[in-house]
């Protein structure tokens, strides 16, 4: 099986510099190979093309906006050229049929960038004509020799099964079994007990084509590993079939009648009782097309459309977005929300449950890092549960670190509407009712139980809910569904789990609902799961595709460490205590929650060449957790680490969750990701929520099309608020240390959009990374807080075309709180070539320009050329941290943009020497090329 941590090493540099402090350089294999001498902020050999609001005139020199126009549809033509070469033949599909797996990727990515808008006249200005690949590549071609080979080569035992066959039957092709567990019985039979000293054989269960419905979720312990490299147990689909394991069950074939008047629903209504088997159901497929559950205010259309999963303005020259121009929020600066399908008017939220706090544990360690906080990070773990008032459930939430406190993570017991429109609503059963709400600021999303409604007071009471997010905050545009008087237009349906009777207003004729019609039942489909003492090993799961598991958002989610996320502990897939275990070419589809989450310990597995589509919160997550008695220590054997995630396809993520990742890293280490393509998403396309032992590589992934249905962060978000022991270079063998690896983010195409606003967006004391030879287009590059980071050898593309950020977007962005002890030290910024609509290419917040510059900048550059219409470069220098802080400043600065820095005045501070000015000349066709050739020679880096 392939190892991770083998991607080639970056050879490319653009600038040399000369620093003092050490920082370890890593290859993107992941391997110390030699030694980078760095000091301050790292901006290291990156060339920057920063391009302002394309609603004011372009300045003489720079392309009228039909000229960016033209240079965006060759940035996406190349894009689509960049995924297609990763993931033309990922998910279940290429064991069927190879042409139209690949028909499929290159629709949905066309589609995606919007390329069908792009005239020929458009791409004429690209550099090269769009190249679609149509031959295998390496990987898919061994996939297939695999496939192929598993029917009929090696020693090995072989069961079949189908949804037609017989769980009495002998399992061989021609008296298949009919289930899974059955299966699963007869393989352990015939491969025998695992003995000291022996090798048992391999087994292949082969499914043939079908559905197999799961009443309960299929668990392989280490009984059903391999036990050899050359024993693997391989779960497949027999080549050439299409197998989906299913968690709902086939509703179809009832009878059904009008709803009668004064049951509930508007007229175009019908009904049915389900079998007594159902008695739950949050999600309702028809025809494979996910059904509205009744709400208000009502959708356009499938709530699965791209359209309908967003809520965010135009963003990229007027044409990337889905709410009008006046998309906002009131308080924020940004104009009124209108997004359709939302209530705009933010309620007013009642006072919040009462939290139980209780200590996790009697250590509390002064760890000595410049983590997020102070240089001596003081953290102390702990944990709390909350209870309704409505409810007997106490419903427990996992420890914390470092991060907000009691009261900050309080929920509120219920709220308070003005919108008029919802006053009219009349419901005779308010306690079926689920509010989904945005957060205050955009950055996730919560959902609530509610118990009551009392319209005398325009109060809604919550039952339970809101583990969502992180941060608490105040309320933002919500809906509220699962209220059968809300059943109003076709696509919508109601489920009464007392009378069991299924309401639904069909898109065509009651007879259509005859068929088809699926009624999710299980929240996971698939446990891989060993124990401390026995780890699942030499496992392949491949061909298959997991759909319809339920919603979780009104389960409890933990926070599994510092950063922002809180997460639903589970998903459609679970691994854990697991080594050499492979998922490659599955599909993972229309799922409630979560799709494969990797937890506690995880070692050198493989996830390659899947798909991830319509995911109800993050795709693929790897969590760890700490030890039993400190929330601080995780050295112990409790963490995935050196697994491997390549050329996945995943897209349309945060159905439900708008806080969710196509990847999720949390407590966890060393990992390689590479060659994925991810878009379409409601938040992240990765997001680390900590910095626990670094070591990972991110690399040759393109993101695009996220944030959109969240604003502040990008296609990278991190983390690092809380301290902790690790075993240094993520190694069982390793010393315990309070210093985490250096994590590596290189060759990546990163282009920001929606509510984003920066490509990499280091966050709140995110330390240690190398970020090297990528493309970054529509967003800034930003460091808040955090220590030891270089940047080199970027390309940043426009920056500043947003019209409704939130944050200004230059080429770069500094904030170090200055209310801390200069926790922003130690980055370093080199080698940028940076092309601005204004003189201002650098903006730097807490800075006190009135003293020593070199004293008070923490951003640390050289060797930069900056491209700007006059041919001047000026650096904004902002005392507050933020607009509105309240934070004091040294000297004079004493307002935000006080102070403008000149390159003179930084050079004459021993700041960006070697760096220089020039001024923007030449045609559209010129710049397009030059970005396009520097793009192509970046992405196309080999050692």
């Not at 028909?103 to 004429?124: G, H, K, Q």
């Not at 250590?363 to 410049?370: D, I």
Request: aromatic share 8%; hydrophobic share 35%.
């Amino acid at each position: 099986m392939p190892k991770p941590g083998r991607a080639d090493k970056i050879a490319w540099v653009c600038g040399q510099t000369s620093h003092a402090h050490m920082l370890p350089m890593k290859s993107s294999a992941g391997v110390h190979n030699t030694k980078i001498k760095s000091v301050g902020l790292a901006l290291l050999g990156t060339i920057a093309v920063v391009v302002g609001q394309s609603a004011i005139p372009a300045p003489q020199g720079l392309p009228h906006p039909e000229g960016f126009r033209q240079l965006d549809c060759c940035i996406r033509a190349y894009a689509l050229e960049y995924a297609m070469d990763r993931v033309s033949y990922s998910g279940a599909s290429f064991f069927v049929d190879e042409n139209a797996t690949r028909n499929s990727a290159v629709t949905s990515l066309r589609d995606a960038l919007r390329l069908p808008s792009c005239s020929a006249a458009d791409l004429t200005t690209c550099l090269t004509a769009p190249k679609h690949p149509t031959t295998l590549n390496t990987g898919d071609l061994e996939a297939r020799a695999h496939h192929d080979a598993i029917e009929y080569g090696g020693d090995t035992i072989r069961v079949y099964v189908s949804p037609t066959g017989s769980d009495t039957a002998a399992g061989t092709r021609e008296a298949p079994l009919r289930t899974l567990l059955a299966a699963r019985a007869l393989v352990r039979a015939k491969r025998g007990v695992k003995r000291l000293g022996t090798v048992r054989q391999g087994a292949s269960v082969l499914l043939t084509a079908g559905t197999y419905r799961l009443a309960t979720p299929l668990i392989l312990s280490a009984d059903d590993a391999g036990d050899a490299s050359d024993a693997v147990v391989t779960w497949s689909a027999v080549p050439g079939h299409a197998v989906t394991i299913s968690g709902s069950v086939d509703v179809s074939g009832l009878e059904w009648k009008p709803a009668p008047r004064g049951s509930g629903p508007q007229d175009g209504a019908w009904v049915t009782t389900v079998p007594t088997e159902v008695t739950a159901i949050n999600s309702l497929y028809h025809n494979g097309v996910r059904l509205t559950r009744a709400r208000f205010p009502d959708v356009d259309g499938p709530p699965d459309t791209p359209s309908a999963q967003c809520t965010q303005a135009p963003e990229v020259f007027g044409v990337e977005g889905c709410c009008d121009a006046a998309c906002g929020m009131a308080g924020t600066g940004l104009p009124p929300f209108s997004a359709k399908g939302w209530l705009n008017n933010p309620p007013k939220f009642l006072p919040a449950w009462n939290a139980t706090w209780t200590p996790l544990a009697t250590q509390n360690a002064t760890l000595p890092v410049r983590g997020w906080g102070s240089d001596s990070f003081r953290s102390s773990p702990r944990a709390f549960r909350i209870k309704s008032p409505y409810s007997p459930i106490v419903l427990g939430i996992q420890s914390m670190v470092g991060v907000g406190t009691a009261g900050a993570m309080d929920r509120p017991s219920g709220l308070v509407w003005s919108n008029e429109d919802f006053t009219q609503r009349t419901w005779a059963n308010a306690s079926t009712a689920v509010v989904h709400m945005q957060h205050g600021f955009f950055w996730g999303s919560w959902q609530f139980q509610v118990a009551s409604r009392n319209d005398q007071a325009r109060e809604l009471r919550f039952w339970y809910g809101g583990y969502q997010a992180g941060n608490w905050a105040t309320g933002g545009p919500w809906f509220v569904e699962n209220v059968v008087e809300e059943l109003t237009v076709p696509g919508e349906w109601f489920f009464d789990p007392d009378s069991r009777q299924l309401f639904v207003h069909p898109n065509g004729t009651a007879e259509s609902l005859r068929s088809g019609l699926e009624a999710v039942r299980l929240e996971t489909l698939l446990r891989v799961e060993g124990s401390p003492d026995q780890a699942v090993q030499h496992l392949a799961i491949r061909g298959l595709q997991f759909e319809h598991t339920s919603t979780t958002f009104l389960q409890p989610y933990v926070m599994p460490s510092g950063g922002d996320y809180r997460i639903f502990n589970g998903g459609a897939v679970v691994l854990t205590e697991a080594e050499m275990v492979t998922f490659d070419h599955n599909t993972f589809s229309d799922l409630g929650g979560n799709g494969l989450m990797l937890t506690g310990y995880v070692h050198n597995c493989t996830v390659t060449s899947n798909e991830f589509v319509r995911i109800g919160d993050s795709a693929v997550l790897s969590t760890g957790h700490e030890s039993n008695t400190s929330a601080l220590d995780g050295s112990y054997h409790t963490t995935p680490s050196s697994n491997l995630f390549s050329r996945n396809h995943i897209h349309r993520i945060g159905m439900y969750g708008k806080q969710a990742a196509g990847f999720f890293q949390s407590l966890s280490c060393g990992n390689v990701y590479e060659d994925n393509v991810v878009y379409d998403g409601s938040r992240h396309g990765f997001s680390w929520n900590d910095h626990f032992g670094g070591e990972s590589v991110v690399t040759r992934n393109l993101v695009f099309n996220q944030m959109k249905e969240s604003r502040v962060g990008g296609p990278w978000n991190d983390w690092d608020r809380s301290a902790y022991y690790q075993r240094s270079r993520c190694s069982a063998r390793g010393a315990v240390s309070v210093w985490p690896g250096y994590n590596t983010i290189s060759r990546n195409f990163f282009v920001n959009g929606y509510g984003g606003h920066a490509n990499l967006d280091h966050d709140d004391g995110g330390w240690r990374y190398i970020d090297e030879n990528n493309v970054c287009v529509y967003g800034t590059i930003e460091n808040h807080d955090g220590t030891d980071k270089l940047y080199r050898n970027n390309l940043v593309v426009f920056p500043g075309i947003a019209n409704h950020s939130q944050y200004a977007k230059p080429c770069f962005e500094d904030t170090p709180d200055i209310g801390r002890t200069n926790l922003s030290a130690k980055n370093t910024v080199v080698g940028t070539a940076c092309y601005v609509t204004t003189e201002f290419a650098v903006l730097v917040n807490g800075c006190n320009a009135s003293t020593s510059v070199a004293h008070t900048v923490s951003i640390r550059t050289s060797n930069n050329t900056y491209h700007t219409p006059s041919g001047h470069f000026r650096v904004r220098c902002n005392c507050a941290a933020t607009p509105g802080s309240p934070k004091t400043c040294a000297g004079s600065d004493t307002k935000v943009g006080a102070t403008n820095l000149t390159l003179a005045n930084l050079q004459s501070e021993g700041i960006d020497r070697g760096s220089s000015v020039i001024k923007i000349q030449g045609s559209t066709a010129d710049l397009c090329r030059n970005i396009l050739t520097a793009a192509r020679q970046l992405l196309s880096l080999s050692g």
